[in-house]
Nanobody, 115 residues
Framework: QVQLVESGGGLVQPGGSLRLSCAAS????????MAWYRQAPGRQRELVAR???????NYADSVKGRFTISRLNAKNMGSLQMNSLKPEDTAVYYC?????????WGQGTQVTVSL
């Protein structure tokens, strides 16, 4: 069993920045693809960004140029740098680890963008 713990969420004004972190308990973290998803009230969970075990990244169109996903395999950690935040970025953000027929989720961290 793998535990994923997100941190770094909070309240920020439009145009501000936040950095989310995801700490994994699995020592083979580097072999898995990692992703960030988000879910706003009344909406389906959606993919925000993904980074493969090899370091390739892809982003939702809505966050391209504003968000950056990264990973630090030596520390079993990943992050999501979010800049130029908009009110529509408000959601619970989840870290996910995927690979080898396994899929793990964190408990989520709330991000609220508001004046």
């Amino acid at each position: 069993q793998v535990q994923l713990v997100e941190s770094g969420g909070g309240l920020v004004q439009p145009g501000g920045s936040l950095r989310l972190s995801c700490a994994a308990s699995k020592n083979s973290f580097s072999r898995y693809n990692m992703a960030w998803y988000r879910q706003a009230p009344g909406r389906q969970r959606e993919l925000v960004a993904r980074i493969t075990s090899g370091g390739s990244t892809n982003y939702a169109d809505s966050v391209k140029g504003r968000f950056t996903i990264s990973r630090l395999n030596a520390k079993n950690m990943g992050s999501l740098q979010m800049n130029s935040l908009k009110p529509e970025d408000t959601a619970v953000y989840y870290c996910s680890l995927l690979g080898y027929g396994e899929n793990y989720w964190g408990q989520g961290t709330q991000v609220t963008v508001s004046l």
